[in-house]
């Protein structure tokens, strides 16, 4: 067949309306989507991790964390691009830029909104607390963070995580029940050099959206069936026609 033949099939083929679309954002597993959303709509899950590990570690370890603790779930183990939320030694963040769309809205693991957008998650207000850990288990765990309730850095060398502790006195963790600052700051711990308390990390997941059933292709529309196949055969015929020429 010639190259006119196929660009003609392809242009009576988008005439009837065949085409693909596709979409961004990761589609959430049914198992992930909390209650109340529906098709198109966009969200971020966040949870506190039940893995444990001291505050004296390379940014890289924590980095790797989100990927370890997901896999505890197979729910969570879906989908992959999970990220840590931290603050390092080393001027790491990892807070805020875990959030490319700044306006979808933050649920935990129990599926209750933690927050409207990313602006109410880092703030001393969220709806409800993040609370539950990758399995849906209840955490009321105090958890690493080493960034302030805004997201911001803090206390870099002291408060970060990493075991730079310039004033011996462990570094900052949040709590996974709270709601207002203490979310993100709660208290130093870890004593000097923060390898003495282990604790998780909250982890983040990438936007997702709820898919939309696929729509009905046009061409099982009868009319437009018949009109397809009528017009492939005009061409078909055309090509032959040329061939016998």
Not at 93 to 122: C, H, M, Q
Not at 213 to 237: D, E, K, S, T, Y
């Amino acid at each position: 067949m010639s190259k006119r033949f196929w660009v003609s099939l392809a242009v009576i083929l988008a005439l009837c309306g065949v085409g693909v679309s596709a979409q961004g954002q990761v589609t959430a597993p049914s198992i992930l989507t909390p209650p109340g959303l529906g098709p198109g709509d966009t969200f971020y899950i966040i949870f506190a991790g039940s893995d444990t590990i001291n505050g004296a570690q390379t940014a890289a370890a924590y980095v790797n964390y989100a990927a370890t603790v997901k896999a505890n779930d197979p729910a969570t183990d879906l989908i992959a691009g999970w990220t840590t939320l931290y603050g390092h030694d080393d001027s790491s963040l990892v807070t805020t830029s875990a959030f490319s769309d700044t306006n979808a809205p933050i649920y935990n693991r129990n599926g209750d909104k933690v927050a409207d957008n990313r602006a109410e998650l880092f703030s001393n207000s969220q709806d409800v607390a993040i609370g539950f850990d990758e399995q849906g288990n209840p955490n009321a765990n105090n958890i690493w963070t080493g960034f302030n309730f805004t997201g911001g850095s803090t206390g870099i060398g002291d408060d970060s995580l990493g075991g730079n502790d310039a004033l011996s006195d462990g570094c900052l963790a949040g709590n996974a029940a709270e709601t207002d600052n203490r979310w993100a700051a709660s208290v130093l711990t870890g004593g000097n050099g923060c390898a003495g308390a282990s604790l998780g990390l909250y982890v983040v997941s990438p936007l997702m959206m709820v898919p939309r059933p696929p729509a009905p292709l046009p061409i099982f529309n009868i009319p437009g069936l018949v009109l397809l196949v009528a017009l492939m055969g005009l061409v078909a015929r055309r090509y032959s026609s040329r061939l016998r020429a």
